[in-house]
């Protein structure tokens, strides 16, 4: 695609990487095809393609509209575009660098940007726990859009610790911002399935928010101040410490981690470090093989019934990690299977997207459970906490990470 930027852009990181991404680009429409919100709307402007010209001609010096704003609003980044790419056009780059520009130039309404400053804040916030904890006392009396998000009190099983056994192999977990509060049983169950594995999991004071949840909201600079963050508390235990990779076991997150090398790469102070944390990234699926072989005499997967996978787009299309966890889990003796239809497809969960686009997002959790239900599954499992809790919202089948599952069936 041919760009010829306008000189504002021209001289810049931003422009230059945004201008290399869009010359990939060779107008196919093949993205299209596997778009959600292409598929739910029809707008040539609601799919990549679209998307790709919009940002081209604010780059270009095109005027800046609402409309603009809302088009990429709408956009799950979901990347599934990219999978289906057969020119490698990196669009969720892209698409990060064209909400960036459209916020700092098109003013919202104010009651938009109310919620985009609360969850950005709230969510991130230490204080996000405790207001959980009231949330799900008053559960039954919220609004529905709040009580989707807010999950019904845990069994049980939440309540185990992890352990505190020591070993020759060492992990850094992420625990997030998010999940901790509102799912703590998976790094428990984390923690517990790699104890069993032999792998001790560590963790660091002063971590908190990947960084992906202000990138997002195109806050790019409050994106960036989590990520330095992150890798200050990280660096030193990796100085003092053999550890052999950074984990979370949420995807989004771990794709954050991922791209911590390229967000940072243009940061003197830290581009050498953040490629470094990059380069030992490694979602807790690639864990998989090791736990197979460890786990395997001690796994009894009978209890855990007929499962179905949901591969969240993070895993699938962001890490680029298809197959893994269903087939070595199958490895392990569970009866897992992926939806028999669109597999592919968004559950419509996109971090803070269900609830700032609510009806397309219950769309597509409708859609996808409706896939779901063909295999008549008797538990759901995923690998990230959105995705779970956004499916456990239209369901009353049981929704959790496949790593809960694995750890319910150790003896």
């Given amino acids: 695609m041919q760009t010829h930027l306008s000189p504002e852009f021209a001289n810049t990181a931003q422009g230059q990487e945004a201008s290399g991404i869009l010359r990939k680009c060779v107008h196919c429409g093949f993205c299209n095809a596997t778009c959600p919100t292409y598929q739910l709307l029809g707008d040539e402007l609601d799919g990549p393609r679209g998307r790709i010209y ?192 950074v984990v979370s076991s949420a995807s989004a997150c771990q794709l954050a981690i991922k791209e911590y090398g390229h967000s940072l790469a243009h940061d003197p102070q830290y581009a050498a470090k953040a490629a470094r944390i990059s380069a030992l990234a490694r979602d807790l699926s690639e864990f998989l093989p090791d736990l197979v072989q460890a786990l395997k005499p001690r796994c009894q997967p009978s209890s855990a019934g007929r499962t179905v996978f949901h591969p969240p787009c993070t895993l699938q299309h962001g890490q680029k990690l298809r197959g893994g966890v269903e087939t070595h889990l199958r490895a392990l003796g569970f009866d897992v299977s992926l939806p028999a239809v669109e597999a592919h497809l968004c559950c419509g969960s996109a971090g803070t997207y269900s609830v700032l686009q609510p009806e397309l997002a219950r769309q597509l959790r409708d859609r996808k459970l409706t896939n779901i239900a063909a295999a008549d599954p008797e538990c759901i499992v995923s690998a990230n906490v959105g995705c779970i809790q956004h499916l456990q919202s239209g369901t009353a089948t049981p929704v959790k990470h496949w790593i809960e599952m694995l750890d319910e069936a150790l003896v």
Wanted: proline share 6%; aromatic share 2%; net charge positive.
């Fill in 54 to 245: 919009l940002i081209k001609q604010v780059l270009e010096g095109a005027p800046v509209t609402r409309a603009t704003q809302q088009h990429l609003d709408r956009c799950l980044t979901c990347l599934n575009c990219e999978t289906t790419c057969p020119s490698g056009v990196d669009y969720g780059d892209l698409v990060d660098i064209g909400r960036q520009i459209v916020e700092q130039r098109v003013a919202r309404p104010a009651s938009e940007k109310s919620v985009r400053w609360l969850l950005k804040t709230g969510l991130t916030s230490p204080l996000f726990a405790p207001a959980l904890s009231v949330g799900k006392a008053l559960r039954p009396w919220l609004p529905k859009i709040l009580r989707d998000k807010v999950p019904a009190s845990a069994g049980v099983r939440e309540h185990r610790s992890a352990p505190l056994s020591k070993h020759a192999r060492k992990i850094l977990m992420l625990r997030g911002c998010v999940q901790p509060a509102m799912l703590p049983n998976i790094d428990r169950a984390a923690a517990r399935v790699l104890d069993a594995a032999g792998i001790e999991v560590m963790d660091a004071a002063g971590t908190g928010c990947c960084g992906a949840l202000r990138t997002h909201l195109a806050d790019h600079a409050g994106g960036l101040a989590d990520m330095r963050r992150n890798i200050d508390a990280w660096i030193p235990l990796l100085e003092s410490t053999d550890v052999e990779a």
